[in-house]
């Protein structure tokens, strides 16, 4: 048996979550049931290739979903989210087969609004046993209560924070994140709002905007996902900017931290953080 101590999830357990989020401005989920490859970008199929190619000119990011346990055959589910923290969107269409896909682009294809807000649960066993373990078990949990919606995803990154997951329309990704946060995650979402509790943060933002929207929330108490927009930039300020016009000022930076697995079975690597500073409330 393998030694569960050295799963990257349990070596990475002092190293926060905040500011780890993928950056992107919207996602396009695929439905496929079986097996997925190690990786999306490499997938046997043609026109998955050419769709996440799409994906990344428009500054999307492809997963692959599925439905918890076993599913039976039928059309293939697509869903689109742009996450424009203004206005995000969660549309979805149907599609016969492959061929269907060559006539999404991401960013100007939309399907039929879909109702309240998704839970994505990374179970992308091929790139990470910590999702395999982690991220199945939490899938099939929350399943079993009914709510929220719940879908299993190809690779969302940051295997050492598993479980991890996205929620959409809104885009905030979470780690480490049990039962009862997926499902405050899930349903904050589909009510357009943020829940904060094991947040990576939102993938509209870079990783120093990310931590800085995070703590004007937790400062704040703003749960409103469309409250708050965050100002390009790497610090060592960034501006967050509240929709009634009041504006802060935040403080971060960039740490290295020791090296540690990023992945179960690599080799360590350095580990960079980000932190947030106490917002500073400018007149």
Known sequence: MADLTSRCAILARSEPVAGTAPVASGWVCVEQRGAWPRSVDDHPDPKIRALHARAAEAGWK??????????????????????????????????????????????????????????????????????????????????SIGEPDVWECSHLGGHRFAPTALVLPTGYLYGRIDVAGAVAAGKA?????????????????????????LAVRELTGLRDAA??????????????????????????????????PASCGTDPTPVTSWHAGTPVRLH
């Open 227 to 260: 409250a708050l927009t965050v100002a390009p930039g790497d610090g060592p300020e960034v501006l967050v900017t509240a929709g009634d016009g009041t504006r802060w000022s935040v403080p971060v930076r960039r740490t290295t931290g020791p090296a540690r």
């Open 62 to 143: 492809l997963l692959l979903i599925r439905r918890p346990g076993r599913t039976e055959p039928g059309p293939t589910r697509v869903l689109l989210a742009d996450t424009s923290p203004a206005a995000p969107r969660l549309t979805t269409l149907t599609i016969d087969g492959p061929d269907g896909l060559a006539a999404i682009v991401p960013g100007r294809t939309v399907g039929d609004d879909y109702p309240g807000g998704v839970l994505l649960v990374c179970t992308h066993g091929r790139r990470d046993r910590c999702c395999a373990l982690d991220g199945r078990a939490l899938a099939a949990a929350v399943r």
């Open 189 to 213: 979402a589909g009510l357009g709002e943020v829940e904060l509790g094991r947040c990576r943060g939102r993938s509209a933002w870079s990783p120093a905007g990310q931590v800085a929207e």
